[in-house]
C-alpha cells in the first residue's frame, strides 16, 4: 500500500473527523472523544498497513481488525465507509432502528465488521482466540485489536495477554487507545493503570509507547509490530481525547456525549 503524503493524510483525518461529528449529532447519542482520537491510528491502519479488500471483505488471506472499545464505533464505520466498505451517506443512520450502524458494532449486518462489541474485555478475549486459530493453521494474518485504556481494568483482558505471551502470537497486535479518559472520569483516578508499559513488558510483549496522534510515530510502530516474529506486539497510543475540536479536547464529559446540533456545527467549522 502506498503512503499518504502528508497533506492528503491530513485532509482525509480531518474528513473522517467531520463525518463522526455528523453521525454523533444526527444520533443524538454516541460516544465522541474516543473516536475523535483514534482517527489517525485507524487512517494509517486501514490505507497503509491493514491487508483488506473492501470488494472482498471476507478475503480468507485478509487481515483482521477487533474492535473490543465497541462504543468507539463511529470511527471505524467512519475508516469503512472512506475506503468503500458501503455508503458514506449511510454513516447518518447510526444508532437509528434497522440501521446497520447499531451503538456497538455488530458482526453480520456491516461489510468489514469483524467481532460484535460490547461488553469491555471481551473482545480482547475474541482477538487473541482469532489469531491462535490463525497461527495453528499456519496462516499469515495479523489480528489487531483497538482497546481503550479504561477497558483495561477488565481482568479477563490480563488473562487474554496472558495466553498471548505464552502461545508467542506474534501476528497478534494490540492498539490501546491511552487517552486516560472513561465514562466515571480519569483512568487515574477510578484505577491507576500506570507504569502500563512495564505491566506489558512484564507479561512478555513487544511493547512501543507512542503519540497515538503523530502519523511518524504511528508508521513507525506499526513497522515494528510487522517485523516482531517472536512475541506479540502492544501499542500503547498516546491520544487526545476529542481530538480536532477545541472544546472537546481532554474533556472527560465527552467520553459518552454526543454534540448538539449548534455544538455539532462549531465543531465542523474547526475541521473545515
Same mark, same amino acid.
Given at each position: 500500500?502506498?503512503?499518504?503524503?502528508?497533506?492528503?493524510?491530513?485532509?482525509?483525518?480531518?474528513?473522517?473527523?467531520?463525518?463522526?461529528?455528523?453521525?454523533?449529532?444526527?444520533?443524538?447519542?454516541?460516544?465522541?472523544?474516543?473516536?475523535?482520537?483514534?482517527?489517525?491510528?485507524?487512517?494509517?491502519?486501514?490505507?497503509?498497513?491493514?491487508?483488506?479488500?473492501?470488494?472482498?471483505?471476507?478475503?480468507?488471506?485478509?487481515?483482521?481488525? &477487533?474492535?473490543?472499545? #465497541?462504543? %468507539?464505533?463511529? *470511527? @471505524?464505520?467512519?475508516?469503512?465507509? /472512506?475506503?468503500?466498505?458501503?455508503?458514506?451517506?449511510?454513516?447518518?443512520?447510526?444508532?437509528?432502528?434497522?440501521?446497520?450502524?447499531?451503538?456497538?458494532?455488530?458482526?453480520?449486518?456491516?461489510?468489514?465488521?469483524?467481532?460484535?462489541?460490547?461488553?469491555?474485555?471481551?473482545?480482547?478475549?475474541?482477538?487473541?482466540?482469532?489469531?491462535?486459530?490463525?497461527?495453528?493453521?499456519?496462516?499469515?494474518?495479523?489480528?489487531?485489536?483497538?482497546?481503550?485504556?479504561?477497558?483495561?481494568?477488565?481482568?479477563?483482558?490480563?488473562?487474554?495477554?496472558?495466553?498471548?505471551?505464552?502461545?508467542?502470537?506474534?501476528?497478534?497486535?494490540?492498539?490501546?487507545?491511552?487517552?486516560? &479518559?472513561?465514562?466515571? #472520569?480519569? %483512568?487515574?483516578? *477510578? @484505577?491507576?493503570?500506570?507504569?502500563? /508499559?512495564?505491566?506489558?513488558?512484564?507479561?512478555?510483549?513487544?511493547?512501543?509507547?507512542?503519540?497515538?496522534?503523530?502519523?511518524?510515530?504511528?508508521?513507525?510502530?506499526?513497522?515494528?509490530?510487522?517485523?516482531?516474529?517472536?512475541?506479540?506486539?502492544?501499542?500503547?497510543?498516546?491520544?487526545?481525547?476529542?481530538?480536532?475540536?477545541?472544546?472537546?479536547?481532554?474533556?472527560?464529559?465527552?467520553?459518552?456525549?454526543?454534540?448538539?446540533?449548534?455544538?455539532?456545527?462549531?465543531?465542523?467549522?474547526?475541521?473545515?
Amino acid at each position: 500500500m502506498a503512503i499518504l503524503k502528508e497533506k492528503e493524510l491530513k485532509e482525509k483525518t480531518k474528513e473522517i473527523r467531520r463525518s463522526i461529528i455528523s453521525m454523533l449529532a444526527k444520533a443524538g447519542s454516541g460516544h465522541s472523544a474516543g473516536a475523535l482520537g483514534q482517527v489517525e491510528l485507524y487512517t494509517i491502519l486501514y490505507k497503509e498497513v491493514l491487508k483488506h479488500n473492501p470488494k472482498k471483505p471476507l478475503d480468507p488471506n485478509r487481515d483482521f481488525c &477487533i474492535v473490543s472499545n #465497541g462504543h %468507539t464505533c463511529p *470511527v @471505524l464505520y467512519a475508516t469503512l465507509a /472512506d475506503n468503500g466498505y458501503f455508503p458514506k451517506k449511510e454513516l447518518l443512520t447510526l444508532r437509528k432502528l434497522g440501521s446497520r450502524l447499531q451503538g456497538h458494532p455488530h458482526k453480520g449486518l456491516l461489510p468489514g465488521v469483524e467481532h460484535s462489541g460490547g461488553p469491555l474485555g471481551q473482545g480482547i478475549s475474541f482477538a487473541v482466540g482469532l489469531a491462535a486459530s490463525l497461527r495453528r493453521d499456519k496462516k499469515t494474518n495479523k489480528v489487531y485489536c483497538f482497546v481503550g485504556d479504561g477497558e483495561l481494568e477488565e481482568g479477563q483482558c490480563w488473562e487474554a495477554l496472558l495466553f498471548a505471551a505464552k502461545e508467542k502470537l506474534s501476528n497478534f497486535i494490540l492498539i490501546v487507545d491511552r487517552n486516560y &479518559i472513561q465514562i466515571d #472520569g480519569s %483512568t487515574t483516578q *477510578v @484505577l491507576h493503570l500506570d507504569p502500563l /508499559d512495564k505491566k506489558c513488558e512484564a507479561f512478555g510483549f513487544h511493547t512501543i509507547s507512542l503519540d497515538g496522534n503523530n502519523p511518524q510515530d504511528i508508521r513507525k510502530a506499526y513497522k515494528s509490530a510487522l517485523q516482531e516474529k517472536k512475541r506479540p506486539t502492544v501499542l500503547i497510543a498516546r491520544t487526545i481525547p476529542g481530538k480536532g475540536v477545541s472544546f472537546m479536547e481532554n474533556k472527560v464529559e465527552w467520553h459518552g456525549k454526543a454534540p448538539t446540533k449548534e455544538e455539532a456545527e462549531k465543531a465542523l467549522e474547526e475541521l473545515e
